[in-house]
Nanobody, 129 residues
Framework: QLQLVESGGGLVQPGGSLRLACEAS????????IGWFRQAPGKEREGVSC????????HYADSAKGRFTISRDNNKDTVYLQMNSLKPEDTAVYFC??????????????????????WGQGTQVTVSS
C-alpha cells in the first residue's frame, strides 16, 4: 500500500530553518515525482516544490525560490525539503504527495495538471517569535 509520512515540522523563529522529510513506503521513488504542498488556515493548498525521481529535476513556487531546497535519497525512499530564512507567512501544515511520471512529462507538469495524490498526514510548521 502506497503511503507517505511527513516529519520535521515544528516551531521556529523568523529567519530560522527546518528540514522536512517525506518517507515513502509501499513503493519506491523510481518513476515518481514527489511534491511538497502547504495549507495555511483559511487558505487554499498551494504547491511549494517538487522533484522528479527519474532525473532529479525540480520546481519551486516563487515563494520558495532562493530559500527552500528539495532533495531526494532514493536509497531511503525519502524526499527532503530544506527551508531556510523562514518567514511568518510560511506557517502552514506541510504535506507531501506523489505523482506517477508515466502520465506527466515532469513534476512541474504534474503540478500544473493537479496530478499529485496519496497525501500524507501533514506536519505543522509554525514560524513565530
Amino acid at each position: 500500500q502506497l503511503q507517505l509520512v511527513e516529519s520535521g515540522g515544528g516551531l521556529v523563529q523568523p529567519g530560522g530553518s527546518l528540514r522536512l522529510a517525506c518517507e515513502a513506503s509501499g513503493f519506491t521513488l523510481d518513476f515518481y515525482a514527489i511534491g511538497w504542498f502547504r495549507q495555511a488556515p483559511g487558505k487554499e493548498r498551494e504547491g511549494v516544490s517538487c522533484i522528479s525521481s527519474s532525473d532529479g529535476s525540480t520546481h519551486y513556487a516563487d515563494s520558495a525560490k532562493g530559500r527552500f531546497t528539495i532533495s531526494r535519497d532514493n536509497n531511503k525512499d525519502t524526499v527532503y525539503l530544506q527551508m531556510n530564512s523562514l518567514k511568518p507567512e510560511d506557517t502552514a501544515v506541510y504535506f507531501c504527495a506523489v505523482a506517477h511520471l508515466y502520465f506527466y512529462s515532469g513534476c512541474d507538469d504534474a503540478l500544473a495538471r493537479s496530478g499529485f495524490g496519496s497525501w500524507g498526514q501533514g506536519t505543522q510548521v509554525t514560524v513565530s517569535s
